[in-house]
């Protein structure tokens, strides 16, 4: 880490450059290594327990409940989501200022981009409350924080669709407006 006086023209400098798509591709990769170490981890050290069915048929993978519900990779999941979610709350954000940049002066359009942004917030939120509130722990909360995701996420979804059609269809493609070349 460099370490100095924090003034002058060294203060206006960003500290670390990260792009985007690095940055999306490690949010991405966060839930799909976590459940891949977990289906591992569970199919070496808890193979009986994880596949175990109460009708006695036989599974050779787990269920992905069955898979993060045991000691070490209960708590490798909740660490990949959690880093998961964070970087997700910040997109949130952006997408919610680059639509109220968009809609400044469309009422009902800002509108949608609010909801879409009250959405996404509380689809992270009852992802993060499905991944820490286990089922046999709490299950109303768990049963309700799985409510939410998934309203949440329909909801989102449409309304973000809404929102993309409208810039679509009031965005201007320059090659639609060139005109003809003579020939």
Known sequence: MLQGPYGGLDRDRPLIRLRFTSCAVGTLLLPLSGLVACLSLSLIYHFEESTYTHCQVSNYLPSISAAISRVPERYIWRCCIGLHSAPRFL???TY?????????????????????LLCSLAENCGLLLLTYVSSTETYNVHKNGFIVFIASSLLHMLSTCRLWHVIRRYS??????KPPSPK
């Open 91 to 93: 997109v949130s954000a």
């Open 96 to 116: 919610f200022s680059f639509y109220r940049s968009r809609f400044a002066s469309k009422l009902p359009e800002l509108l949608l981009s609010a909801l879409t």
């Open 172 to 177: 201007v493609n320059p090659e639609v407006n």
